[in-house]
């Protein structure tokens, strides 16, 4: 199976900051990789799909990147909506796995 | 407007069964591979497995954890799936969320998530 890492677990960023959550792959996943964004009782939204491409109405604040085994999710100016817990997920191969969670906490 | 309302969870003795359905709306059902996704209380997502549509046989994967024990199926004349848990344990206790699957740059991703239904495996 392929392993998903990300750091950090838990961020506490003020809100207009940039910030920067990275997930690491035990193997190389091409750019079979997304990012979702989940808030308390809710579903989880797709916001990265690629590695790098916007999901349809997501704000062009966030961004993805990276390629094979380390990518990144970027928010460019953190709003108060944007406090919630995020996971990469890769589509490589069976089983498909998720990161553990970067949970983001207002300041 | 895209829409997927699972249903059928609810409490269950270990051991016991449990079919969850996932009525969904808003898009072509049958051109889709849908999945299913589960958050154990205060843990992360972990997928459960996939059905593919009928181009690709309606064939299925599984994680490891629930194979043999759980099975997807889907209904399209319905746009329903569904997954019939069987041999429950404690630790399949979790909100399962059904979600369609997106075909983008040669792989699958998960544009929409229903809201979920709780499944608690107790004595």
């Known amino acids: ?107 | 407007e895209v829409q997927l309302v699972e249903s059928g969870g609810g409490l269950v003795q270990p051991g016991g069964s449990l079919r969850l359905s996932c009525a969904a709306s808003g898009f072509t059902f049958s051109d889709h591979y849908m999945d299913w996704v589960r958050q154990a209380p205060g843990k992360g997502l972990e997928w459960v497995g996939r059905v593919r549509n009928k181009a690709n046989g309606y064939t299925t994967e599984y994680a490891a954890s629930v194979k043999g024990r759980f099975t997807i199926s889907r209904d399209d004349s319905k746009s329903s799936l569904y997954l019939q848990m069987n041999s429950l344990k404690t630790e399949d206790t979790a909100v399962y969320y059904c979600a369609k699957s997106y075909y983008a740059t040669t792989a699958y991703f998960f544009d929409y998530w229903g809201q979920g239904t709780p499944v608690t495996v107790s004595s």
Do not use: H, M
């Open chain 1, 1 to 107: 199976d392929i392993q998903l890492t990300q750091s950090p677990s838990f961020l506490s960023p003020s809100v207009g900051d940039r910030v920067t959550i990275t997930c690491r792959a035990s193997q190389g996943i091409n750019s079979y990789l997304a990012w979702y964004q989940q808030k308390p009782g809710k579903a989880p939204k797709l916001l990265i799909y690629a590695a790098s491409t916007l999901q349809s109405g997501v704000p062009s604040r966030f961004s993805g990147s990276g390629s094979g085994t380390e990518f990144t999710l970027t928010i460019s100016s953190l709003q108060p909506e944007d406090f919630a817990t995020y996971y990469c997920q890769q589509v490589r191969s069976y089983p498909i796995t998720f990161g553990q969670g970067t949970r983001l906490e207002i300041k």
